[in-house]
């Protein structure tokens, strides 16, 4: 197949969005040939699962791009997804074939203005790690001879990441019309959460910002290195870092060899992503044994800041009014928290949600984490993963990055020293983060604190209501309208989309295959009437969007 063909619009949307008809038609098929779920048939509906899944992953690793980057985000939607396709997508590792070092060198002299051994000693030719966004080259500089690491942007990723976000549109508009998951999730807000979170990727800039932020916030614990960036070396494509020595995380062996010990790198790490999960701030939300490395003397090395989560000041908030209510067994205030942090969609049946909540917790609060091993955590995972699926729930990114970075870093923290005892490591930063020492009694003040706040602000909210009410009705009627010209403008770039398809169509036969001349003739006219009506819907789209 022409290579050439993977950087064309036509061609990606054709296979993204027939690929998303195909799997539509079979579920439907499947449900229609199968009215009654047993064992037999859901052994069946994971097969149909596992095989689309597998299909998935073949054209993301061919085509690259968003479908690698939407298959990892789907990967974390426990919330939504089935669990065989979380499965089989869990395998998908952000790699794709390398591309030739003569476009990296290109790229380099671009950024630069020089040739590349203006400033490089020497650079090897064959890359040390190929991902969907950059390629990363080992690389001497020429003044000081230090060793680097040069991560490039891979041929024209930009253009096609924008060109799969238009594809990915009709992609979502197909799912909410034809399937369940428009009513279970939103799927605007899913769209805009993707394209968002792959565009800051895509923006070198940010991942240097992102650098120097822990660099800063970590500067005083000497156990964690954050590598420095070459910053007169780097642009929004490239990146020069300093280039680190040292073992995966996991290496266990590695670590004996060394003579260090297993459970203070796991405390370090620990340490080190807890002070990220339980405070305002960004945290690192690709924690994977790849981006965590073990030098010699113990040093646990950081590095790649491309995914980057943030906790707000208000999820701080939301989080410890969740441990409050836990364990104070208020769990009308677990459901009114959970309410307020956007987590249920409106069909969500909130009585049934409260007593799988409370009896998934009681389940589990007599265990003693230091029991915990690897099938309890997998056990403890499908548990959650249960209780997500069973109801409306919906994640935002920053939740489903900061969900999925929390279950790598424990499995890590297992795989390292089996014996972590969390309860223990966790309770003197717990007391630190409720503001007293006795975490008790600190817990009751604040429950006692949130529990006469709605009380004292009720006449002030009655006020708000009597005088916002006309403008709470115009708003609506704003917003009523403003989705609907939303829908309408999606139908537009559907029938774009499909017009296009139809004159290319048409012109691809009227040129190649041999016809009687008045078909072939009229191929054409289809075909230049339809490239007409393509500029028009483009002028008119245009023309309506700018006056509003």
């Known amino acids: ?283 690192h939300a690709d924690p994977h044994a790849g981006n965590l490395l073990i030098q010699p003397n113990g040093t646990v090395v950081i590095i790649d800041f491309g995914m980057v989560g943030e906790v707000r000041k208000q999820d701080t908030h939301y989080f410890k009014r969740l441990i409050q209510n836990i364990i104070m067994d208020d769990y009308d205030r677990v459901i009114e928290i959970l309410d307020e942090m956007d987590f249920l969609l409106p069909n969500a049946d909130r009585k049934k949600l409260k007593r799988l909540i409370r009896d998934t917790i009681e389940l589990y609060q007599n265990g003693a984490f230091h029991m915990v091993d690897m099938n309890t955590m997998e056990q403890l995972k499908e548990d959650i993963r249960l209780l997500i699926k069973d109801q409306p729930i919906q994640l935002s990114a920053e939740y489903a990055y900061l969900g999925r970075a929390i279950s790598i870093v424990l499995g890590i923290l297992l795989a390292i020293y089996p014996d972590v005892d969390i309860q223990k490591w966790a309770k003197p930063k717990i007391k630190k983060w409720f503001g007293g020492r006795n975490l008790a009694e600190s817990i009751y003040k604040q429950y006692v604190k949130d529990t006469v706040k709605p009380v004292l602000s009720y006449p002030k909210a009655m006020l708000n209501w009597l005088e916002n009410g006309e403008k709470d009705r115009q708003w609506d009627n704003q917003k009523q309208q403003k989705n609907l010209k939303h829908h309408y403008f999606i139908f537009l770039e559907i029938i774009h989309f499909i017009l296009l398809l139809v004159s290319i169509g048409c012109s691809f036969v009227g040129y190649y295959v041999q016809l009687q001349l008045v078909t072939h003739i009229a191929l054409w006219g289809i075909g230049l009437f339809s490239i007409l009506l393509v500029g028009l819907l483009y002028k008119h789209y245009n023309v309506i969007r700018d006056k509003m």
């Open 1 to 283: 197949m022409n290579k050439g063909l993977k950087y064309k619009l036509s061609y990606r949307s054709s296979v993204m969005v027939w690929m998303t008809i195909k799997f539509i038609f079979k579920i439907y098929f499947f449900y229609f040939k199968n009215r009654v779920w047993d064992e037999r048939t859901l052994q069946k509906w994971n097969a149909l699962v596992t095989t689309m899944a597998k299909e998935y992953r073949e054209k993301a690793i061919h085509l690259g791009g968003v479908l690698i980057k939407v298959g990892q985000f789907l990967s974390t939607r426990t919330d939504f997804m089935p669990d065989a396709f979380i499965k089989e997508l869990s395998g998908l590792v952000d790699r794709v074939p390398p591309m030739p070092f003569t476009y990296a060198r290109k790229l380099l002299e671009e950024e630069w203005g020089e040739d590349i051994y203006h400033y490089l000693d020497e650079i090897q030719f064959a890359s040390v790690a190929s991902a969907s966004i950059g390629e990363v080259y080992h690389a001497k500089l020429k003044d000081s001879g230090t060793e680097v690491a040069i991560k490039v942007q891979r041929y024209r990723v930009r253009e096609i990441f924008h060109k799969d976000f238009k594809a990915l549109r009709i992609v979502f508009w197909l799912i909410s019309v034809f399937t369940s998951f428009g009513k279970k999730a939103d799927l605007p807000a899913l769209y805009r959460e993707l394209v968002t979170v792959m565009n800051k990727e895509l923006d070198f800039d940010q991942e240097l910002n992102h650098a120097h932020y822990f660099q800063d916030r970590f500067k005083d614990n000497e156990a964690i290195h954050i590598p420095y960036y070459m910053e007169n070396l780097c642009t929004k494509k490239v990146l020069v870092i300093e280039w680190v020595d040292g073992a995966k995380i996991t290496d266990t062996n590695y670590m004996y060899r060394h003579q260090l010990s297993t459970e203070h790198i796991a405390r370090t790490i620990f340490d080190f992503y807890l002070e990220q999960f339980l405070n305002p701030g960004k945290f």
